[in-house]
Structure formats: C-alpha cells, structure tokens
C-alpha cells in the first residue's frame, strides 16, 4: 500500500499524524512533509485511519 500526498491540499490539521505519528510526518508548522508515503506491512489500518481522516482528502490511498 503507498499513500499519495498532495501538500498543495495540506492544509495542517494534523489529524493524519494524530492517528498515526510513525507514519504521517509533520513539519514544524504541522504540514505533512513532501513526498508518497509507503507503508510497511501490517501498518495498512493505521496508515488508512490516517489518511481517511484527512478533512482536506490531501492523503490518497492505493495498492
Ligand atoms: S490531516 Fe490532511 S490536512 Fe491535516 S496535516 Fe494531515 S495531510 Fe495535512
């Protein structure tokens, strides 16, 4: 599973990095650091959480 971020929709709510801190990582103003996020097996429910959670759908799943 890898999760596409798009920062231009970040708007710094850090709920992404609430549900999941080891995985959605913030910079210092609380907007989620650049780049597609791959997840580890066995962090796919966290890692959907959080990007579920994102109110600005800046956190895009897929296989
Ligand atoms: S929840 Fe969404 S808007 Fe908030 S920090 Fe995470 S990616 Fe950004």
């Given at each position: 599973?890898?999760?596409?971020?798009?920062?231009?929709?970040?708007?710094?709510?850090?709920?992404?990095?609430?549900q999941?801190?080891?995985?959605?990582?913030?910079?210092?103003?609380?907007?989620?650091?650049?780049?597609?996020?791959?997840?580890?097996?066995?962090?796919?429910?966290?890692?959907?959480?959080?990007?579920?959670?994102?109110?600005?759908?800046?956190?895009?799943?897929?296989?």
């Amino acid at each position: 599973m890898r999760i596409i971020v798009q920062n231009a929709k970040c708007q710094g709510h850090a709920r992404c990095a609430s549900q999941a801190p080891h995985i959605f990582k913030l910079d210092d103003e609380g907007y989620i650091l650049p780049g597609d996020i791959q997840v580890a097996e066995g962090e796919e429910l966290p890692a959907s959480r959080g990007a579920r959670s994102c109110p600005e759908r800046a956190l895009e799943l897929t296989r």
